[in-house]
């Protein structure tokens, strides 16, 4: 995995160098004291993996992540444990408070490894000529929230996005999001062929598609970007 390290403290990034050297697989193309520079590099290259600083000059992480296009993964490394929320909101595949133990750095690259291994077989099977598995019926589905298993109507889905262990399940007029304990692979298995995967943490419904941008998908105002990996698919089931 190509990886670049993003941290105001020289001493941080000389750990976490240190640590990358002993591990199988993982190459550090850029280290970056510079958030400015990192949006850069992220942008111009490809980048399987990121480790980032919160509380840096000019640009914290938690703002450099919303700045990015098409992210690719990332993993916090912050002495401030309070973000990890946000963090995981969106959508980091670790949160790790320094001083950073090797054996827990281990165990955010081992998620890091089977989240590109994923996304790597996903990307060569086109989603276009391999539609999701539909189930025994197109008009609702059933998941589990609050301790129950709720009814959704199919057609009032307008998006899922994936935070971590669960999904959020935005819902059209109501201002209404469901959030249960899933993935996309268990969902995509219940969705008609009108659902898309967008990027690794976005299904949408086309139906409810108002715009197509240049790298996000906008639907009743939201914008939701497009992966890199999905980008081919999606544009070519969408007819552009």
Known sequence: MKCIIVDDEPLAIDIIETYLDQINGMEIIAKCNNPLDAVTLIN???????????EMPNLNGID????????????FTTAYPQYALEGFELNATDYLVKPIPFHRFLKAISKA???????QSFSAHSIATSPP?????????????????????????????GLK?????????????????????????????????????????INHITT?????IVIDGIRIPIGETYKNDVLKRLGV
Request: hydrophobic share 40%; aromatic share 10%.
């Open 64 to 75: 450099l992540v919303k700045t990015i296009n098409t992210i690719p993964q990332f993993i």
């Open 133 to 161: 598995q539909k189930s025994l019926t197109d008009d609702f589905i059933f998941v589990k929230a609050e301790y129950e298993n709720v009814k959704i109507l199919v057609e009032n889905i307008q998006y899922i996005q």
């Open 165 to 205: 262990d669960y999904l959020k399940i935005r819902l059209k007029d109501t201002n209404k999001s469901i959030i249960t304990l899933s993935n996309f692979k268990d969902v995509l298995v219940k969705l008609p062929g009108h659902f898309l995967r967008v990027h690794r943490s976005y299904i949408v419904n």
């Open 113 to 119: 490894k089977e989240k590109y291994q994923l996304e």
């Open 212 to 216: 197509l941008q240049k790298t996000k």
């Open 44 to 54: 111009k290259h490809q980048v399987d993996l990121v480790f980032l600083d919160i």
